[in-house]
């Protein structure tokens, strides 16, 4: 015991990509940079458009303003650090630091799973259940429910942070990875982390499939509601309520199963660094583009906005 305390580790080096060529770094550095400062646009963007056009104090857009909250928390949690690792070739974390950033954004990709759960239970009530919609689909309900999502997934954040932060992490205290992920910290705690392992995905498995199977059942019910319309415009019509979502659904729940449920036997170590990025840096950055490019009602409240600065500018 006394070995353990004498040795317990303070702080991890992350290596990034340390041995890869400065030319690459520089190269990654700026490409994620870009990436960042174009997430931040964006999502902030969306949230202000959402907040200040009335217009958009719909339900629908409320979930969308939460989701881009939560999309800005999660970038902003890794890419700064991820960043300093490639322009530095190697970074030192705290120890309480690297498990502030693994609740962080265990707890930002559960509210997300959440929130995408409710964002198609809108859907399905604005589809198939027309006539109610705004009954049952009301603004104190909205609220509710993004309070929920939030606080669900604070929760989840520290049942599934827990387990792997009373571990022991007695040396070594090098970590290969951008950033404070589950599998590296398993691999460097000397202890046993079979228990952990169980734990984190008995914890794990209905945050990630109890909000997939609600949006699978929903859409099913949205598929056959509109399937059985008339004619090709309003099924169509109704179809592009919904495609955002849906586009933005796979993308994530995509990912989020390349990189934590398919076996990883047969990619390098370097790939499954990368892989793990896709979620925490690409997916924040396409959501807002996908919503802007196929949403006419972003379109024109961005639109509004712009002229409403443009003349506010000429006075």
Not at 108 to 127: G, H, K, Q
Not at 161 to 177: E, S
Not at 200 to 223: D, G, H
């Amino acid at each position: 015991m006394d070995k353990y305390n004498q040795s317990r580790v303070t702080e991890f080096l992350l290596l990034g990509m340390t041995g890869s060529p400065f030319g690459v770094r520089i190269f990654l550095f700026v490409l994620f940079l870009v990436t960042y400062i174009s997430t931040l646009i964006g999502n902030l963007l969306i949230i202000v458009l959402i907040s200040t056009i009335s217009q958009l104090h719909s339900p629908m857009y409320l979930f969308l303003r939460n989701l881009s909250v939560c999309e800005l928390l999660l970038t902003t949690v890794i890419v700064p650090l991820l960043l300093h690792v490639l322009l530095a070739e190697k970074s030192l974390i705290s120890f309480s630091g690297c498990f502030f950033q693994f609740y962080v954004m265990g707890a930002a990709v559960a509210t997300e799973c959440f929130l995408l759960s409710v964002m198609s239970y809108d859907r399905y009530l604005a589809i198939c259940n027309p006539l109610h919609y705004f009954s049952l689909m009301n603004h104190k309900l909205c609220h509710q429910l993004g309070f929920l999502c939030w606080l669900f997934g604070s929760v989840a954040g520290v049942t599934t942070n827990v387990p792997i932060c009373t571990l022991q992490f007695c040396g070594p205290n090098i970590m290969d990875h951008f950033f404070c992920d589950m599998t590296p910290l398993l691999d460097l705690s000397c202890s046993d982390t079979n228990a952990a392992k169980i734990t984190v995905r008995v914890l794990s498995a209905p945050i990630l499939f109890c909000p997939f199977a609600l949006i699978f059942s929903t859409y099913m019910c949205i598929i056959l509601t509109i399937l059985r319309m008339p004619s090709a415009t309003s099924r169509q019509k109704a179809f592009s309520t919904c495609s955002s979502h849906l586009a933005i659904v796979a993308m994530y729940y995509g990912t989020l199963v390349i990189v934590y449920v398919v076996p990883s036997k047969g990619y390098s170590f370097n790939a499954n660094k990368f892989l793990s990025l896709l979620y925490s840096v690409v997916t924040p950055l396409l959501n807002p583009i996908i919503y802007s490019l196929r949403n006419q009602e972003i379109r024109v409240a961005l639109k509004k906005m712009l002229y409403e600065m443009k003349q506010w500018a000429h006075i």
